[in-house]
DNA sequence: GTTACTTTTAACGAATTATTAACCAAAGTG
DNA sequence: CACTTTGGTTAATAATTCGTTAAAAGTAAC
């Protein structure tokens, strides 16, 4: 799958309909991941990282208010689409309390939704090139450029970092002194936390250590069991 | 006014439709100005300066298309969007012809009209920040002129350069010692990001840097699966 | 038509990257 | 301590991406 792809997380109880919508959107170049019940979107949620939530309310067990407060606590941020089949106002309300980005009546066009993704995605788009504009980072003597994808030691020695390196060095960073829980990283970076994809971060920790010993003051501690800390000594 | 607020040119001979349209649009915060047939719209087009025209495309005199021509002779840039009432193909194929952004069949859902404003809105202004007239560049000992197409070295040899070539250098240079990302230059150079436009890229990238071998300090670097960077060393 | 030029596609090798296995060390647990 | 879980590290493998050259296909001028 591409980079650049925007990842959705789809819940939606109704078979059909929902695979259908699945395959529209996958069409349309989005990567999809379609869960059945408001139990399982959330699961879904919590072990990787989505660019936007589409969420049929009327589900049963977990409607999709419910989930979209569950998905509020774990990311303040993710946008979310309501999918209803009635239009009552109080649901609107309901929906806009808990953080909705739109809102859609089903049977609804097609089109509508997909202007409705890119608007809301762009949006985000903008809102976050403000905010994540940092990608220049000082750890002890050693300068990292997470955009340009390269660590500096004191300006001489030039290292490459390839795309996981430096997502995870960068993340460190971001927390630096401060535990980065192995979950977060696995979610965030790996996009599935599972065992091995535990074990390959766990290689990267150790790539990552051998290049920051030119610097005896940078170590990356491990937390047994939650996670490692980018630590930089007196 | 706001500063921020799009200027939209509607031009349309209903008058009925016209008004309703213009304030629907104007309620929902853009400055529009109305033009009743192809003539006055064309002089309202020259009188002013839009961020966006909607067009209908049948009119009395002159018709949407031979406007829409007339216009992106003054503005090669100012996105069109076509207002038709039957859905005929060649007409689609017509309109694309004169660079429409997008096509609207009457009667259409309003809210897909906005949503369709603001997308071509944003994307024109994401597209634009990169995107200067600038056709002269200094890369180290070279100069590109990128208009005449030719690339010179301390002054004496000329090195004429093909229009793939030089667009591609162009923009690489625009980004000078800055990430290139492989994606943007297909689309904005080869209008489609494909296996083979990537590799066709891979091949001009081959040959600026044949070309660029005159001055060691000047490289085009790869960004293993990013895109380029060309750097002047110092 | 021919010619000159431009662009795409093929082909093959090289480099880069991510995953997994393997084995051992350290930390936590009863 | 005996035992389980978690982490550290290296190396092998697989997959993708890139560099380069050359041939083929496409275009435009003559």
Redesign the interface.
């Known amino acids: 799958m591409e980079?650049?792809t925007k990842r959705i997380l789809l819940v939606e109880d109704d078979p059909n309909f929902g695979t259908v919508l699945k395959e529209y959107l996958t069409i349309h170049n989005y990567d999809v991941v379609l869960a059945k019940n408001g139990m399982e979107g959330y699961e879904k949620f919590k072990k990787s990282d989505f660019h936007l939530c589409i969420l049929d309310v009327m589900m049963p067990y977990k409607d999709g208010f419910t989930l979209a407060q569950e998905i509020r606590e774990k990311d303040k941020d993710v946008p979310i689409i309501f999918l209803t089949a009635k239009a009552l106002k109080e649901d609107v309300l309901k929906g806009y309390k808990v953080g909705a980005d739109d809102y859609l009546n089903k049977p609804f066009?097609s089109?509508?939704l997909l202007?409705?993704i890119?608007?809301i995605i762009?949006r985000k788009n903008?809102e976050s090139v403000a905010d994540s504009k940092q990608f220049e980072f000082e750890i002890g003597s050693f300068k990292l450029n997470s955009?340009?994808?390269f660590l500096t030691h004191n300006g001489d020695t030039q290292i490459k970092l390839?795309?996981k390196e430096n997502e995870l060095l960068r993340l460190l960073a971001l927390h630096i002194n401060d535990l980065m829980p192995r979950e977060i990283a696995l979610t965030k970076i790996w996009r599935d936390d599972n065992y091995f994809t535990s074990r390959s971060m766990d290689v990267y920790i150790a790539k990552l250590r051998k290049y920051l010993k030119l610097d005896p003051k940078v170590e990356i501690l491990n937390i047994h069991g939650e996670g490692f800390r980018l630590v930089i000594n007196p």
Request: hydrophobic share 30%; net charge neutral.
């Open positions: 980079e650049n066009d089109e509508v202007l409705k890119q608007a762009q903008v955009k340009l994808r390839s795309p």
